[in-house]
């Protein structure tokens, strides 16, 4: 923590005076990079989109008249001749899951200033969540071949449809957007662009913090949507 | 966790002059320029707003007399003055403009952390404008839908402009959207991990308070915003139901069916009510700074005021479906939004009694910025107080879609924060372009204006209660409405054309003072905040020269017994000046 700055001779308050003193202290109010505290902020307002969307979706999922379509039959893909529920999905988050733990390693590569085991580590991540998004492809080709709209779906409720491509979709785009700036950032850790700023590796660890959230927003769409 | 400050590693930086002129003046990272390219865009809109209204008070002082306004573009023109006033014209010039001039400035910060997002901020911010605008040239016009727009009217055929109108302003908020996230998170982050030495977050000036606040309900109540515009766009292009019921339009059934039109009213209030104290907490901060330099007094009970924004800005988020009265809901909800609604009143009083209390006794200089912000507090308690009428549900029942209603919101959050953004506009002019105005031109645009707008909006609370309706193209043969009532509604055309004309004395001034104006003092108010204390006048780009500037005392103290000026500086060593009254804010 940076030295509290209270030069008019105030000595240190106590209590609820003492935590305000604390929290607005001078030059900064986290001791952590600006970079990183920006993350934050901006995940905090991305929760509020993905919390939107959410609500939306659950808010016409009560309003619709029509039967809601049942996930684990809909989602259900045959191997081997027989029908498992929710497979694709289950194998999806098994990987998400895994990259966050790839990405938790590189985080720790990173600071050990690692850069080769930090890139392997950040293309595996997204590689994993490449995979992601392409399995993610498949579920839709699956289900449009299978007559699933936004607009309609043979299942149910129109709204079934509308709020899965949207909310995977938005999701999705999300992993895409993660995927590139992973590769960005890991060949920019190769190159030794950071050596040249002050070889600081703070910056594996503001996109891991995206990565995660990334990964724990598909948790609670996993939860809403596929186990509802 | 043990990380240096970003201030602290001020020496490490390299700092590059820009030397071209578009690396100075267009693609500039500098965030004056930005805020200056943000301001005069909103203004440029703004402007276009402006003319809107004239347009629609045309036509409702004198009906049939303007062959040119049809129903159709009287409900184009009443949209797109909404949603270019609040959120093009308020929203990007407090926060794009004030925000990114005042935040560095004030911190004591070079200047935004991440200047690279804030330029790419003010580009998308016109790219979104030129949508905005090019929308009224497209086939079909712009959307006339209402700056709510609605489902399901919003894309049903007998609204203008459902084809491409209403696709372009959504898509033009969105965009909108994306610009505000890179420039807010700016600001925030500028705002928690960029102050220089000694500048405590209790020491800053509730300008900084209040834009920081308000771009933290931006952050949070803008994906509410974005979120239905998508949901609305889908139901206009993939023909999904997210807001559209089963309905007939016009005898044919459009095919929607199980969406919730009260669906998209819940998301856009949610963004809707923090908008409103987007744009007014920003004037709040500014105006306590105006009011404590102008009176060369110490704000009274600063602590107060900052706990007073933050309380606004919590419970903004809790209230917004006080806009949905009308809309019908659970008895139980509307006396709980009834309740949290008028708790809201009691930090707002506590703002207003200290401005009061701060100009009590004080060395008043009746400037131009000064009036301002007198006015300033008029209009606000007068749009307060009606906002007490309209939070309760039974007398928001009656009064919700009549004039009233008009009558309140542009007193609030229409004329107040206006009249803040010219009072701050003649207060840090001199700052930004090193020149003075022309004090008694400046004096006739205020008195013109502030008394234009009563005469304006003041009659507009009897049409209310005596039941005009909003939103009407005419009114028609309407037996419960006296003829006189048609006599009012042109005098205050007549006002409010008055008042449009009135901004030209504004616009002459400052062109004249960029010409011909005096050169300015770097410090011509006497004003203790960092920003005036600047080593070049105007500031240079990275703003301090060699050294970050230090703090050692708040930004109000005015007036200290025992000094030999009125004022001392927020960077005046503790033993060069008394302490003044910092430790007994809490007054």
């Given at each position: 923590?940076?030295?509290?700055?209270?030069?008019?001779?105030?000595?240190?308050?106590?209590?609820?005076?003492?935590?305000?003193?604390?929290?607005?202290?001078?030059?900064?109010?986290?001791?952590?990079?600006?970079?990183?505290a920006?993350?934050?902020?901006?995940?905090?307002?991305?929760?509020?989109?993905?919390?939107?969307?959410?609500?939306?979706?659950?808010?016409?999922?009560?309003?619709?008249?029509?039967?809601?379509?049942?996930?684990?039959?809909?989602?259900?893909?045959?191997?081997?001749?027989?029908?498992?529920?929710?497979?694709?999905?289950?194998?999806?988050?098994?990987?998400?899951?895994?990259?966050?733990?790839?990405?938790?390693?590189?985080?720790?590569?990173?600071?050990?200033?690692?850069?080769?085991?930090?890139?392997?580590?950040?293309?595996?991540?997204?590689?994993?969540?490449?995979?992601f998004?392409?399995?993610?492809?498949?579920?839709?080709?699956?289900?449009?071949?299978?007559?699933?709209?936004?607009?309609?779906?043979?299942?149910?409720?129109?709204?079934?449809?509308?709020?899965?491509?949207?909310?995977?979709?938005?999701?999705?785009?999300?992993?895409?957007?993660?995927?590139?700036?992973?590769?960005?950032?890991?060949?920019?850790?190769?190159?030794?662009?950071?050596?040249?700023?002050?070889?600081?590796?703070?910056?594996?660890?503001?996109?891991?913090?995206?990565?995660?959230?990334?990964?724990?927003?598909?948790?609670?769409?996993?939860?809403?949507?596929?186990?509802w | 966790?043990?990380?240096?400050?970003?201030?602290?590693?001020?020496?490490?930086?390299?700092?590059?002059?820009?030397?071209?002129?578009?690396?100075?003046?267009?693609?500039?990272?500098?965030?004056?320029?930005?805020?200056?390219?943000?301001?005069?865009?909103?203004?440029?809109?703004?402007?276009?707003?402006?003319?809107?209204?004239?347009?629609?008070?045309?036509?409702?002082?004198?009906?049939?007399?303007?062959a040119?306004?049809?129903?159709?573009?009287?409900?184009q023109?009443?949209?797109?003055?909404g949603?270019?006033?609040?959120?093009y014209?308020?929203?990007?010039?407090?926060?794009?403009?004030?925000?990114?001039?005042?935040?560095?400035?004030?911190?004591?910060?070079?200047?935004?952390?991440?200047?690279?997002?804030?330029?790419?901020?003010?580009?998308?911010?016109?790219?979104?404008?030129?949508?905005?605008?090019?929308?009224?040239?497209?086939?079909?016009?712009?959307?006339?839908?209402?700056?709510?727009?609605?489902?399901?009217?919003?894309?049903?055929?007998?609204?203008?402009?459902?084809?491409?109108?209403?696709?372009?302003m959504?898509?033009?908020?969105?965009?909108?959207?994306?610009?505000?996230?890179?420039?807010?998170?700016?600001?925030?982050?500028?705002v928690?991990?960029?102050?220089?030495?000694?500048?405590?977050?209790?020491?800053?000036?509730?300008?900084?308070?209040?834009?920081?606040?308000?771009?933290i309900?931006?952050?949070?109540?803008?994906?509410?915003?974005?979120?239905?515009?998508?949901?609305?766009?889908?139901?206009?292009?993939?023909?999904?139901?997210?807001?559209?019921?089963?309905?007939?339009?016009?005898?044919?059934?459009p095919?929607?069916?199980?969406?919730?039109?009260?669906?998209?009213?819940?998301?856009?209030?949610?963004?809707?009510?923090?908008?409103?104290?987007?744009?007014a907490?920003?004037?709040?901060?500014?105006?306590?700074?105006?009011?404590?330099?102008?009176?060369?007094?110490?704000?009274?009970?600063?602590?107060?005021?900052?706990?007073?924004?933050?309380?606004?800005?919590?419970?903004?988020?809790?209230?917004?479906?006080?806009?949905?009265?009308?809309?019908?809901?659970?008895?139980?909800?509307?006396?709980?939004?009834?309740?949290?609604?008028?708790?809201?009143?009691?930090?707002?009083?506590?703002?207003?009694?200290n401005?009061?209390?701060?100009?009590?006794?004080?060395?008043?200089?009746?400037?131009?910025?000064?009036?301002?912000?007198?006015?300033?507090?008029?209009?606000?308690?007068?749009?307060?107080?009606?906002?007490?009428?309209?939070?309760?549900?039974?007398?928001?029942?009656?009064?919700?879609?009549?004039?009233?209603?008009?009558?309140h919101?542009?007193?609030v959050?229409?004329?107040?924060?206006?009249?803040?953004?010219?009072?701050?506009?003649?207060?840090?002019?001199?700052?930004?372009?090193?020149?003075?105005?022309?004090?008694?031109?400046?004096?006739?645009?205020?008195?013109?204006?502030?008394?234009?707008?009563?005469?304006?909006?003041?009659?507009?609370?009897?049409?209310?209660?005596?039941?005009?309706?909003?939103?009407?193209?005419?009114?028609?043969?309407?037996?419960?409405?006296?003829?006189?009532?048609?006599?009012l509604?042109?005098?205050?055309?007549?006002?409010?054309?008055?008042?449009?004309?009135?901004?030209?004395?504004?616009?002459?001034?400052?062109?004249?003072?960029?010409?011909?104006?005096?050169?300015?003092d770097?410090?011509?108010?006497?004003?203790?905040?960092?920003?005036?204390?600047?080593?070049?006048?105007?500031?240079?780009?990275?703003?301090?020269?060699?050294?970050?500037p230090?703090?050692?005392r708040?930004?109000?103290?005015?007036?200290?017994?025992?000094?030999?000026?009125?004022?001392?500086?927020?960077?005046?060593?503790?033993?060069?000046?008394?302490?003044?009254?910092?430790?007994?804010?809490?007054?």
């Amino acid at each position: 923590m940076s030295e509290a700055v209270l030069d008019s001779g105030a000595t240190e308050a106590q209590g609820t005076q003492g935590l305000v003193d604390d929290w607005s202290r001078d030059k900064q109010v986290f001791g952590v990079p600006w970079g990183k505290a920006m993350m934050w902020i901006f995940l905090l307002s991305d929760t509020f989109i993905f919390s939107c969307f959410l609500v939306g979706y659950m808010m016409v999922r009560i309003s619709t008249t029509d039967p809601w379509p049942v996930p684990s039959e809909v989602f259900a893909l045959t191997l081997f001749g027989t029908s498992i529920p929710l497979v694709l999905i289950a194998i999806m988050t098994f990987i998400l899951i895994t990259s966050s733990g790839t990405m938790a390693l590189a985080v720790n590569m990173g600071y050990r200033k690692d850069r080769k085991k930090t890139f392997w580590l950040m293309v595996a991540t997204a590689a994993l969540g490449a995979s992601f998004v392409g399995m993610q492809a498949f579920e839709w080709t699956k289900l449009i071949s299978e007559g699933v709209r936004p607009w309609g779906n043979p299942f149910g409720a129109a709204q079934f449809g509308s709020s899965f491509f949207m909310i995977t979709g938005f999701h999705g785009l999300h992993v895409s957007a993660g995927v590139i700036y992973l590769l960005v950032i890991a060949f920019r850790v190769k190159n030794g662009f950071y050596e040249k700023h002050g070889g600081n590796y703070e910056i594996v660890e503001i996109t891991g913090l995206y990565w995660h959230f990334v990964d724990l927003v598909w948790v609670f769409i996993f939860a809403f949507f596929y186990l509802w | 966790m043990s990380y240096v400050a970003y201030a602290d590693r001020d020496h490490e930086q390299e700092h590059h002059d820009p030397d071209t002129f578009i690396t100075k003046y267009i693609w500039s990272q500098d965030h004056k320029v930005i805020a200056i390219q943000y301001g005069l865009t909103a203004i440029f809109v703004g402007l276009i707003a402006l003319g809107l209204s004239a347009m629609m008070r045309l036509q409702l002082g004198f009906p049939d007399d303007f062959a040119f306004i049809n129903p159709e573009n009287y409900y184009q023109f009443i949209t797109m003055h909404g949603m270019i006033m609040v959120i093009y014209l308020l929203t990007a010039l407090f926060l794009g403009g004030f925000g990114n001039y005042l935040i560095p400035l004030m911190c004591g910060s070079r200047d935004m952390v991440f200047p690279f997002m804030n330029m790419l901020s003010y580009w998308v911010y016109l790219l979104s404008v030129i949508i905005l605008i090019a929308s009224f040239f497209v086939p079909g016009g712009s959307t006339g839908a209402g700056w709510t727009l609605y489902p399901p009217q919003a894309i049903s055929p007998g609204t203008p402009g459902i084809d491409l109108g209403i696709l372009m302003m959504l898509a033009s908020l969105a965009v909108f959207i994306v610009a505000f996230t890179m420039g807010g998170l700016n600001y925030v982050t500028t705002v928690l991990q960029a102050r220089c030495k000694g500048m405590t977050l209790m020491r800053l000036p509730l300008s900084v308070w209040g834009i920081f606040i308000a771009t933290i309900l931006g952050l949070l109540a803008f994906p509410a915003l974005l979120v239905s515009a998508i949901m609305m766009l889908f139901d206009k292009t993939l023909h999904t139901s997210f807001f559209m019921p089963a309905i007939s339009s016009m005898g044919i059934d459009p095919g929607y069916t199980g969406g919730s039109p009260i669906l998209f009213q819940h998301l856009f209030w949610f963004f809707g009510h923090p908008e409103v104290y987007i744009v007014a907490l920003p004037a709040f901060g500014i105006v306590s700074d105006l009011i404590s330099t102008h009176a060369r007094k110490n704000i009274f009970g600063y602590r107060m005021m900052v706990w007073a924004i933050i309380m606004i800005g919590g419970l903004s988020f809790i209230v917004w479906a006080h806009h949905m009265y009308v809309s019908g809901m659970n008895p139980y909800f509307g006396f709980f939004f009834a309740t949290t609604t008028l708790i809201i009143a009691v930090p707002t009083a506590i703002k207003v009694y200290n401005w009061v209390l701060t100009l009590w006794e004080g060395n008043i200089h009746l400037r131009v910025p000064m009036l301002f912000s007198i006015g300033f507090i008029f209009t606000f308690i007068h749009g307060g107080l009606t906002g007490l009428f309209l939070g309760n549900v039974t007398i928001d029942l009656p009064l919700s879609d009549t004039y009233f209603v008009v009558a309140h919101f542009h007193m609030v959050m229409g004329v107040s924060p206006v009249l803040v953004v010219f009072g701050a506009i003649y207060h840090w002019w001199p700052k930004i372009t090193g020149r003075m105005y022309n004090e008694t031109l400046g004096k006739w645009h205020f008195w013109m204006t502030f008394l234009g707008t009563y005469a304006i909006y003041l009659p507009m609370h009897y049409l209310g209660f005596a039941g005009v309706p909003r939103r009407y193209f005419a009114m028609g043969n309407t037996d419960f409405l006296p003829d006189s009532a048609q006599d009012l509604n042109a005098a205050i055309t007549m006002s409010a054309l008055f008042v449009a004309a009135t901004q030209i004395l504004f616009f002459v001034n400052m062109i004249w003072s960029l010409k011909k104006g005096p050169k300015s003092d770097p410090n011509p108010w006497d004003a203790t905040t960092l920003e005036w204390q600047t080593p070049d006048h105007p500031p240079k780009h990275g703003n301090w020269g060699h050294h970050l500037p230090e703090v050692h005392r708040w930004a109000y103290d005015y007036s200290v017994p025992g000094y030999k000026d009125d004022f001392i500086p927020q960077n005046v060593p503790a033993d060069a000046a008394p302490a003044g009254r910092e430790h007994d804010g809490d007054q």
